[in-house]
């Protein structure tokens, strides 16, 4: 099928993250859109000629108001699909379906409707039950991950449907097919993932890095604790968002001031003055501080300069050191991350979680 997504503004409104949650979700149901259309609601007549356009070159149109009653725009509508065709609520929100066009009218907040009215309706509309599988790695080069997904896309032959989004190094990739695909041509295709990612690759389900970790150190039966500097809480707030966290986290300290790191981890004044903070000595000291509590098995540490700007030491910005212990030892991990500050502490928060992910796997 063939699908089009008009968003409708007010006029004096400006596209947000939001405006694009619902177009996001039919993306991730497998069903993409050939055009995008941004048109503001004082535009009547510019309104009814892309729909009127639309509906006679594409199958589905997904209409999506934003700061305007859907039930204005229905009416906006009226002669394009005729009223008797619409299936709905008194609101506005609701299908137009005439024979194969169909027109999905929803306020940009109705993510509910899209879930439980919209989605099913069109998978009903092309007979085909649509699955999902989810894969996800942290850290792997951009490139070669553009090859994999060019390689599955040829394996794939059109049966198949790609949605690819990298962010803060995380790869997520997104595989949508029908009932009828065969699961050898799925297995396949994830193998290509599986070998192609190698140890980057965490998760073969839409489960995110935090969870991923959480579910392990419950299989495993272990407690984990955070000692953060420049990463600011991240890691600690990520691992405590997941639901049943408290059976594995035991605490979280965020050492920001080279005296807390004293006092609170341990980390030697000789260490501090004569390499800094911002060094892999400092980073073992901190992770092994919390080991030696006693209180956790494992441990994740950060220490780095998130910028904008360089502090006295004149290290580079984005330089970080994360360090992850365990009991026998602890292993200690330099990176040089790009970008703005909150893309140089989210990336780092990522491969914390992911390193200690990694690590936990061995024990």
């Avoid at 989810?134 to 394996?155: I, P, T, Y």
């Avoid at 986290?249 to 004569?274: A, C, D, H, Q």
């Avoid at 994740?300 to 030892?329: H, Q």
Wanted: glycine residues 8%; charged residues 25%; proline residues 1%.
């Amino acid at each position: 099928m063939r699908n089009a997504c008009i968003i409708i503004k007010t006029e004096k409104s400006v596209l947000s993250k939001s405006d694009f949650t619902i177009p996001d979700y039919f993306t991730a149901s497998g069903y993409f859109f050939e055009e995008l259309r941004v048109l503001f609601f004082a535009e009547e007549t510019k309104l009814k000629a892309s729909v009127t356009q639309l509906k006679a070159e594409v199958d589905n149109i997904l209409l999506i108001t934003c700061g305007v009653a859907a039930s204005t725009i229905k009416n906006a509508l009226s002669g394009i699909f005729s009223e008797a065709s619409f299936q709905g609520n008194v609101s506005g929100t609701g299908v137009f379906a005439e024979e194969n066009k169909a027109l999905l009218l929803l306020e940009s907040t109705d993510i509910k409707y899209a879930k439980e009215v919209c989605v099913p309706f069109l998978q009903r509309k092309s007979g085909v039950r649509l699955a999902k599988t989810v894969v996800r790695s942290v850290g792997a080069n951009g490139s070669r991950v553009a090859g994999l997904l060019a390689q599955a896309e040829r394996l794939a032959q059109g049966k198949i449907a790609f949605s690819h989004t990298r962010k803060y190094d995380e790869d997520i990739i997104e595989i949508v097919y029908g009932e009828s695909v065969s699961k050898f041509l799925i297995d396949d295709i994830l193998r290509v993932f599986a070998d192609g990612l190698g140890d980057t690759l965490y998760a073969l389900e839409d489960i995110s890095l935090a969870e991923q970790l959480v579910a392990l150190l419950k299989l495993r039966g272990r407690k984990i604790s955070v000692a953060e500097s420049f990463t600011g809480g991240g890691i600690a707030k990520r691992i405590t968002a997941v639901s049943g966290a408290s059976a594995v986290y035991f605490e979280g300290l965020n050492t920001y001031n080279e005296i807390s790191k004293m006092k609170r981890l341990g980390v030697s004044e000789y260490t501090l003055k004569t390499v800094g903070a911002v060094s892999d000595q400092t980073a073992y000291e901190m992770a092994a501080g919390l080991i030696a509590t006693g209180d956790c098995d494992i441990s994740i540490a950060t220490t780095g300069l998130a910028g904008p700007n360089t502090d006295r030491s004149m290290l580079p910005v984005g330089l970080c050191y994360i360090a992850v212990g365990v009991k026998e030892r602890v292993f200690v991990y330099r990176y040089k991350f790009d970008g703005t500050r909150e893309d140089i502490t989210e990336t780092a928060i990522n491969y914390a979680l992911y390193l200690a992910y990694k690590q936990l796997k061995n024990m």
